[in-house]
T-cell receptor, first 112, second 113 residues
Framework: GAVVSQHPSWVICKSGTSVKIECRSL??????MFWYRQFPKQSLMLMAT?????????EQGVEKDKFLINHASLTLSTLTVTSAHPEDSSFYIC????????FGPGTRLTVT | KQEVTQIPAALSVPEGENLVLNCSFT??????LQWFRQDPGKGLTSLLL?????REQTSGRLNASLDKSSGRSTLYIAASQPGDSATYLC????????????FGQGTRLTINP
């Protein structure tokens, strides 16, 4: 139980385009989900806390207009990277809160 | 500022050895501490979760201890195997509820056959 999926697992896009990443809790409902970013050989950094039915809370230094988060249901949160640039290339991981956090498998974003 | 530090950044040992990974944290008023494993290019696998009221947790060959007063946790791996090669991350939550986790930088472990 407590499985979290992410889609897509990897994506390549051109600079200036937008990319949407989905995070789903498959067998439980999650009022709160979290989005993390991980650069190569670095640890996970929390980007934002996604709350179902309300606005996301962004960490200091994360541009909310660039990283749009929507938590439209208790099993789905989406992260849209708008006008992506090569420096946005990273590994994005979501987690869903269900007593403890359960993590998705991650999405590798490469912006060319 | 609440921070988590892991030392060493990388560790290489021969197969069969017992080893210890270290995690330290500022602010001893933690809610819980969690150890994760991450394989290259993959997500996180939760290994052990220690609540603030606990001193240790065990799962198979893994044992995690917690000493809040000194701001430290250790992950002990017994009889290491090549399959244990991965990056091990320590993460701390300082409050209950939908908790924000603060991660350490990780220890990249290599077990040599």
């Amino acid at each position: 139980g407590a499985v979290v999926s992410q889609h897509p697992s990897w994506v390549i896009c051109k600079s200036g385009t937008s990319v949407k990443i989905e995070c789903r809790s498959l067998d439980f409902q999650a009022t709160t989900m979290f989005w993390y970013r991980q650069f190569p050989k670095q640890s996970l950094m929390l980007m934002a806390t996604s709350n179902e039915g309300s606005k996301a809370t962004y960490e200091q230094g994360v541009e909310k207009d660039k990283f749009l988060i929507n938590h439209a249901s208790l099993t789905l949160s989406t992260l849209t990277v708008t006008s992506a640039h090569p420096e946005d290339s990273s590994f994005y991981i979501c987690s869903a809160d269900h007593v403890q956090q359960y993590f998705g498998p991650g999405t590798r974003l490469t912006v060319t | 500022k609440q921070e988590v530090t892991q030392i060493p950044a990388a560790l290489s040992v021969p197969e069969g050895e017992n080893l210890v990974l270290n995690c330290s944290f500022t602010d001893s008023a933690i809610y819980n501490l969690q150890w994760f494993r991450q394989d290259p290019g993959k997500g996180l696998t939760s290994l052990l979760l220690i609540q603030s009221s606990q001193r240790e947790q065990t799962s198979g060959r893994l044992n995690a201890s917690l000493d809040k007063s000194s701001g430290r946790s250790t992950l002990y791996i017994a009889a290491s195997q090549p399959g244990d090669s991965a990056t091990y991350l320590c993460a701390v939550s300082w409050r209950a509820g939908a908790q924000k986790l603060v991660f350490g930088q990780g220890t990249r472990l290599t077990i040599n056959p």
